[in-house]
Nanobody, 123 residues
């Protein structure tokens, strides 16, 4: 019954910015930590960023640290990923994920996943 729907992806040029959104339903949103993962063609799905239930704690992968900001609006049941200074290596399908409890970088800890949104960064 949990549904996560990502949006905001697209085709952009290197150096551009995007804000990805993940709208959640079917869960008590404030009781979940949220995260973003991404998967490029031929590569494993990798951690991008996570945020605690109240937004007090955030963690980023080294590959996006300093360029990305994860945030959430519990009143809107939505988590965001603001990505700046995009690079071609950021090209991937970006997935939203949710888990009960604290934040984690570990993919199997996440219980629910969205369908993903494609981000393509051209050079």
């Amino acid at each position: 019954q949990v549904q996560l729907v990502e949006s905001g992806g697209g085709l952009v040029q290197a150096g551009d910015s995007l804000r990805l959104s993940c709208a959640a339903s079917g869960l008590t949103f404030s009781g979940y930590s949220m995260a973003w993962f991404r998967q490029a063609p031929g590569k494993e799905r990798e951690f991008v960023a996570t945020i605690s239930w109240n937004g007090d704690s955030t963690t980023y992968a080294d590959s996006v640290k300093g360029r990305s900001t994860i945030s959430r609006d519990n009143a809107k049941n939505t988590v965001y990923l603001q990505m700046n200074s995009l690079k071609p290596e950021d090209t991937a399908v970006y997935y939203c994920a949710a888990r009960r409890g604290g934040t984690s970088r570990y993919l199997p800890n996440y219980n629910d996943w969205g369908q993903g949104t494609q981000v393509t960064v051209s050079s």
